[in-house]
């Protein structure tokens, strides 16, 4: 909502100072003469433009590369085999657990990891103890506490956890709160994690939207436990479990891009706030002709086609990614995620998703995202 109110602003000044300087400056006046500005006025517009183009490119390419920023994992895995589930029922006398909070967000059906986190957990004298914790993630805080009360020993399922969780979310212009009993393994949805996009780049967001996972997983007293990565929490014994539900979510929570009937709207929609960019960007160099009308029309037209030429690089880079194969695995999956947000290639964006689906080399994982891509954009 912000960054939508200030393009709003940014394009209300641009039409503000256009109408300014038509009836002041006399873009088309009748019975006046059009005249240059003068070179003080011309050096600083053709500055200001310079530089808007050059913002436009970099942060264009920054955003497609992405962050290298690692994901800040503490997480705790076992090294040994799980526990043998108990074959009778009733109140669980003594065991150990990980406790285990992932913050992630959604990035076009498939996931980011930003936090992770464990705790272990001795019973009972873990018994009835809040866990509190806060993550960061841009300019969202997520604040969250998980209390286990009681844990019975289950037929179907080995354990069953009686408790109470909560977490808060809140940030710049928002806030959320869930709460409740415990039920692992769980997620909740969080409407914004605050990492924004860039008002420079042509480069749009799939979404700021994003999840915290908690399970709870039993482990040997005698288990070493060592670090672990996203995978290796998908990884337990719930594995299955949990890809089928956050498959789900990703799905209905992903705000996912339509294509337009017009051309124009799914330019003006693919572009957002940038447009505002491109228009006062269009109107200061104008200012460079003689005939500041005809100048504008040729500057627009011109930056439409840079428009186009960044969005060629970005695919590019994003091409680039899902390739490679040493990359990280997390890496190829923005990167194929990030192909069908393409404005003017969107023809070439699905060719590259068959042929990544097609690519026995590739992790199953990523053939997956492509395959749903694909049949998503149909």
Not at 148 to 173: K, L, T
């Amino acid at each position: 909502m912000l960054t939508t109110a200030f393009a709003l602003f940014l394009l209300l000044g641009a039409l503000a100072a256009g109408f300014a300087m038509s009836r002041r400056w006399g873009w088309c006046s009748a019975g006046r003469r059009p005249h240059p500005r003068r070179w003080i006025t011309r050096i600083i517009c053709g500055a200001l433009g310079g530089a808007s183009i050059v913002l436009m490119a970099v942060g264009t390419v920054q955003d497609a590369l992405g962050s290298d920023d690692p994901a800040r994992m503490n997480l705790q895995v076992p090294t040994l085999p799980p526990p043998e589930p108990p074959s009778d029922r009733g109140e669980l006398l003594q065991g150990r657990f990980l406790l285990h909070a992932v913050l992630v967000a959604w990035k076009g059906g498939s996931m980011k990891a930003i936090h992770g986190e464990t705790v272990v957990v001795q019973w009972p004298g873990d018994q009835n103890r809040r866990y509190r914790s806060v993550l960061q993630s841009g300019s969202t805080t997520v604040e969250y506490w998980v209390e286990v009360n009681q844990i019975r020993r289950n037929g179907r399922d080995p354990f069953w956890v009686d408790g109470m969780f909560s977490v808060n979310a809140y940030g710049r212009g928002f806030s959320g709160s869930s709460s409740g009993g415990l039920e692992f393994p769980m997620s909740r949805n969080i409407s914004r994690l605050g990492t924004g996009d860039s008002l420079f780049s042509v480069v749009r967001p799939l979404s700021d939207a994003g999840a915290i996972l908690f399970d709870l997983t039993p482990v040997r007293e005698e288990d070493p436990l060592k670090p672990g990565r996203m995978e290796d929490f998908f990884d337990l014994q719930r594995s299955t479990m949990w890809r089928t539900r956050l498959d789900q979510e990703a799905w209905l929570f992903e705000g996912r891009q339509r294509a337009s009937g017009s051309p124009a709207l799914a330019l003006i929609g693919g572009l957002g706030g940038i447009s505002a960019l491109l228009l006062g960007t269009a109107i200061v160099l104008s200012q460079l002709f003689r005939r500041r009308s005809l100048g504008f029309v040729k500057v627009a037209a011109c930056l439409i086609l840079y428009v186009g030429a960044l969005d060629r690089l970005a695919l590019r880079i994003h091409q680039s990614r899902v390739r490679d194969g040493t990359a990280p695995v997390e890496r190829r999956l923005e990167a194929c995620a990030n192909l069908p947000t393409t404005m003017f290639f969107r023809e070439t964006a699905r060719r590259d998703l068959l042929a990544a689906a097609a690519d026995a080399a590739a992790p199953k994982v990523l053939q997956d995202l492509a395959s749903r891509l694909v049949e998503r954009d149909r």
